[in-house]
C-alpha cells in the first residue's frame, strides 16, 4: 500500500470503536450486569449471601440495572426471596421492567442460576472497580497524602483478596 492507501477497510476516526461482528441470527452472550441480575430475578435467596459491599456495587450500577438491583433490594426487605413469577408481576409499572421482562425472555429454560457464577462476576467487578480507584490514587498519590493512604490499603487488599 501506498501513503493514503487504505484498501477497501472503511475509514473510521482514530480512538473510534468498531463494532462487534457478529453473525446473523445470533445474539451477544449477556454481560456481567445482565447475567447477575438474571441469577438474582431467577433465584432471589442469592441476594441474601450476598454482602453490603455486593450490594452497593449492585445497585450503584448504571440503568437499568442499578435501578433494578435497588428494586430488587427493596422487595427483599419488605416481603423477602420470592420466585421470579411473583417478581415478574411486582415489576410492573418500574421504569425498566421492560428491560427486565426481555433479560429473563432470553434466559435459556435449562440454565441454572449458580450463586457460584454470581460470585465470580462480583469478584471481577469489584477488581474492576478497585483498579480503576487505584489508578486515580496514583495520580493523586504524590501530593495528597490520604490519596496515599487509601491507595497502600487498597494494595494491600488487593493481595490479600479482599473486594
Same mark, same amino acid.
Given at each position: &500500500?501506498?501513503?493514503?492507501?487504505?484498501? =477497501?477497510?472503511?475509514?473510521? %476516526?482514530?480512538?473510534?470503536?468498531?463494532?462487534?461482528?457478529?453473525?446473523?441470527?445470533?445474539? !451477544? #452472550?449477556?454481560?456481567?450486569? =445482565? %447475567?447477575?441480575? $438474571?441469577?438474582?430475578?431467577?433465584?432471589?435467596?442469592?441476594?441474601?449471601?450476598?454482602?453490603? =459491599?455486593?450490594h452497593? !456495587?449492585?445497585? /450503584?450500577?448504571?440503568?437499568?440495572?442499578g #435501578? !433494578? &438491583?435497588?428494586?430488587? =433490594?427493596?422487595r427483599?426487605?419488605?416481603?423477602?426471596?420470592?420466585?421470579?413469577?411473583?417478581?415478574?408481576?411486582?415489576?410492573?409499572?418500574?421504569?425498566?421492567?421492560? $428491560?427486565?421482562?426481555?433479560?429473563?425472555?432470553?434466559?435459556p429454560?435449562? @440454565?441454572?442460576?449458580?450463586?457460584?457464577?454470581? /460470585?465470580? @462476576?462480583?469478584?471481577? /467487578?469489584?477488581?474492576?472497580?478497585?483498579?480503576?480507584e487505584?489508578? /486515580? !490514587?496514583?495520580? %493523586?498519590?504524590?501530593?495528597? #497524602?490520604?490519596?496515599?493512604?487509601?491507595?497502600?490499603?487498597?494494595?494491600?487488599?488487593?493481595r490479600?483478596?479482599?473486594?
Amino acid at each position: &500500500f501506498g501513503k493514503g492507501d487504505w484498501g =477497501d477497510k472503511p475509514w473510521k %476516526r482514530r480512538g473510534e470503536a468498531s463494532a462487534p461482528r457478529r453473525l446473523p441470527g445470533r445474539t !451477544l #452472550p449477556p454481560g456481567r450486569a =445482565d %447475567r447477575a441480575l $438474571q441469577i438474582l430475578l431467577a433465584n432471589a435467596q442469592a441476594w441474601e449471601r450476598l454482602s453490603n =459491599d455486593d450490594h452497593h !456495587l449492585l445497585c /450503584e450500577l448504571a440503568a437499568p440495572h442499578g #435501578p !433494578l &438491583f435497588a428494586w430488587l =433490594d427493596a422487595r427483599m426487605q419488605d416481603h423477602g426471596p420470592q420466585p421470579w413469577p411473583q417478581l415478574r408481576e411486582e415489576l410492573a409499572g418500574h421504569e425498566h421492567e421492560d $428491560q427486565a421482562l426481555a433479560l429473563m425472555a432470553r434466559l435459556p429454560a435449562d @440454565i441454572e442460576a449458580d450463586p457460584r457464577e454470581l /460470585e465470580n @462476576i462480583l469478584a471481577l /467487578e469489584h477488581n474492576r472497580r478497585r483498579g480503576e480507584e487505584m489508578q /486515580e !490514587l496514583s495520580r %493523586r498519590a504524590a501530593t495528597d #497524602p490520604a490519596a496515599y493512604e487509601r491507595l497502600k490499603e487498597l494494595v494491600a487488599r488487593s493481595r490479600t483478596g479482599n473486594p
